[in-house]
């Protein structure tokens, strides 16, 4: 993955997909940095592993993962937290 020239990262040859942590889920709403990268690179490849797109990928991962917890909040009755 190349970011405008600034940087390039060697991208994993084989992720694995994101799996549900053991602990309760309603506690830990919050996506940590490999879960949002393992995800966009999972939204890179099923975009056909076309470069160029790795921002929108990032964000629509960091996006999935607001609305997951959102939606685990809603269903457990938690108040919302900024």
């Known amino acids: 993955m190349t970011l405008k020239g600034k940087r390039s990262e060697t991208l994993e040859l ?3 997909p994101i799996q549900p942590h053991g602990e309760n889920a309603s506690a830990n709403h919050a996506a940590n940095h ?3 990268r393992r995800r ?3 939204i890179y ?3 056909g592993g076309i470069s160029g ?4 990928d990032w964000l629509q991962a960091e ?3 607001e609305s997951a917890a959102l939606f685990m909040r809603a269903a457990t009755g938690e108040k919302h937290r900024p």
């Open 40 to 42: 966009a690179y999972e």
């Open 14 to 16: 084989h992720a694995s």
């Open 45 to 47: 490849l099923e975009g």
């Open 53 to 56: 797109r790795e921002l929108d």
């Open 63 to 65: 996006s999935e993962f």
């Open 34 to 36: 490999d879960d949002i």
